[in-house]
């Protein structure tokens, strides 16, 4: 199983970004997928989930209303879309996969992805 997260990159407080998750060597459509990101000197912290169908989604309260999380079954990709940046939101973004979304959105996944980083200049 491989997860292959891509999208990161450098954006002013404001901005806008787009992370992808391309999933191979899985069933795309039999695990749920979700997203979370470790700041410098911190935990890793949960962002958001979406369940086999897409369905059924998790946000994060810090992300509610700013980010979108998608699953595109025909591409085995997973993305997040990131609107209105703080710079708070800085840090290394990882996908994770796995077979229920409760496992997803406890950060128990048995796959993950090598992250990408976001970096928001103020």
């Known amino acids: 199983v491989q997860l292959q997260a891509s999208g990161g990159g450098l954006v002013q407080a404001g901005g806008s970004l787009r992370l992808s998750c391309a999933a191979s060597g899985l069933t795309f459509s039999t695990y749920a997928m979700g997203w979370f990101r470790q700041a410098p000197g911190k935990e890793r912290e949960f962002v958001a989930a979406i369940g086999l169908t897409g369905g059924r989604i998790h946000y994060a309260d810090s992300v509610k209303g700013r980010f979108t999380i998608s699953r595109d079954s025909a591409k085995n990709t997973m993305y997040l879309r990131m609107a209105s940046l703080k710079s708070e939101d800085t840090a290394v973004y990882y996908c994770?996969?796995?077979?229920?979304?409760?496992?997803?959105?406890?950060?128990?996944?048995?796959?993950w992805g090598q992250g990408t980083l976001v970096t928001v200049s103020s």
């Open positions: 994770a996969a796995s077979r229920t979304l409760d496992t997803v959105v406890r950060g128990e996944s048995a796959h």
